[in-house]
């Protein structure tokens, strides 16, 4: 098996299918440098710092990062930057910034880029976009009244291989999609309670700056910083936030998927603290021109799995990817094994130029451009959000096991189940009130 790490694919990948995009009214000339900042110093933070400074056009001037031991790495490759522990304090005191990074834990995507684009800055935020979906609702409205640029950080939506998928279903190569099987293999959830324990808390790390919104708790080492927190409800989005908006990126762009009407877990469930394992979810889409009638989308991950007659359409293939989607439609199948080429079966079917090959774009110096005035991102927000949104909505369904729930998009909200419209956004703690969240 060759599966490519996020990082590595990152590092390897080129590509992008356009999507609309408002500029700022004060955009950056294609001769100005981009003055940028970050939020997040190592980690994703560090991968997107490089990317994005990839470009000559980019100074960085600032990062903030609550664990100031993240930092000399940042400090010595780029001497001068500006270090802050408090992301307010770098929006307050850096006012010529053009744009920022937003690569901390999920919970902290929404108040720091809403407060990032109410300064008028372009924002390259990673996945996903927020942690809850009236977040990513909200954040989407504002960044189209601020008309700036804006990225999510699914990188390999901008990939030859995603617009390949995408540019090969919507010419017909399989016919009209009547359904998708999609599933990641990593296990980012948690069965155990938490520990009941409060330890100390490293020098140099600022325990109440990374709760952030959240609720105050005790700092528990190796349970929440610096990677766990993934699997934590109030941090995280389990496997199914982490992976889902990257491996349904090309499902939305094939089908041109708007949101689901139902949706419904058949998998495992969250604890008290934690996201679950093992989940399954099953969208109901409306019809799009891509799709035989509305469509179903299936969602799988950790030890879970398309079932047999579903990987039975691969034939003789013995290389049933850890992580990808299967395209079942009316005149054949498309098999995408996660970032790599995609198949057409049953072989031997398909003409050679069944397959629509693409070229790709760099997701990080398209929104650098994007800045300077050239060109369109291909995953800003008006398409991100909505994406977020859906992916969202799956890990809502998870604490609801075994029950369709009814999702009225216009009112963001569950029609059938009003107990679980208290999980489509969250109440920030006393003190971090964000203005437009």
Not at 95 to 116: E, F, G, Q, W, Y
Not at 137 to 156: F, I, P, S, Y
Not at 295 to 318: N, S
Request: aromatic share 10%.
């Amino acid at each position: 098996m060759n599966q490519l790490t996020r990082r590595s694919a990152i590092r390897t990948m080129a590509a992008g299918i356009a999507a609309p995009l408002a500029f700022r009214a004060h955009a950056a000339a294609p001769s100005e440098t981009v003055y940028h900042a970050s939020f997040g110093a190592s980690g994703m933070a560090g991968a997107d710092i490089g990317s994005i400074t990839a470009s000559k056009y980019v100074k960085l001037v600032a990062v903030a990062d609550v664990d100031l031991r993240n930092t000399a790495a940042i400090k010595k490759r780029f001497p001068g930057v500006r270090v802050y522990q408090d992301w307010r304090e770098l929006l307050d005191r850096e006012k010529h910034l053009d744009s920022v990074n937003v690569s901390t834990p999920d919970h902290m995507h929404a108040p720091i880029t809403m407060s990032a684009l109410h300064r008028g800055l372009s924002v390259y935020t990673q996945k996903p976009m927020t942690q809850t979906i009236r977040e990513a609702r909200l954040v989407a409205e504002a960044a189209r009244g601020k008309k700036v640029v804006t990225q999510m950080g699914t990188q390999l939506h901008s990939s030859a291989i995603h617009r390949t998928i995408a540019a090969t279903i919507r010419a017909g190569a399989i016919g009209k999609v009547k359904e998708v099987h999609s599933w990641s293999g990593k296990h980012w959830g948690d069965t155990k309670p938490r520990p009941d324990r409060k330890d100390p808390v490293p020098a140099g790390f600022d325990w109440n700056l990374w709760l952030g919104v959240a609720a105050d708790r005790p700092f528990i080492s190796g349970y929440y910083h610096p990677g766990e927190w993934r699997k934590r409800l109030d941090f995280g989005t389990g496997t199914f936030g982490d992976m889902g908006c990257h491996i349904l990126d090309p499902v939305f762009m094939s089908l041109a998927l708007t949101s689901p009407t139902t949706v419904r877990s058949n998998g495992g469930a969250p604890n008290a603290h934690n996201w679950g394992l093992d989940s399954q979810v099953d969208y109901v889409f409306p019809a799009t021109e891509f799709t035989d009638g509305p469509i179903t989308l299936h969602w799988y991950d950790g030890d879970r799995r398309p079932p047999a007659e579903v990987k039975a359409l691969l034939g003789e293939k013995k290389d049933f990817q850890d992580q990808g989607s299967i395209y079942i439609g009316s005149k054949g199948v498309l098999y995408a094994p996660y970032f790599q080429s995609p198949v057409l079966l049953p072989a031997g079917k398909f003409e050679p130029d069944a397959i629509k090959k693409q070229d790709g774009d760099n997701h990080y110096i398209q929104f650098v451009e994007a800045v300077r005035g050239n060109g369109k991102t291909s995953a800003p927000f008006d398409y991100a959000g909505p994406l977020t949104e859906s992916v969202l909505l799956g890990c809502l369904a998870t604490r609801f096991p075994k029950t369709t729930l009814e999702w009225d998009a216009k009112k963001l909200a569950i029609a059938n189940v009003e107990e679980a419209n208290h999980f489509v956004g969250r109440t920030y703690r006393k003190g971090w009130k964000v203005e437009g969240l």
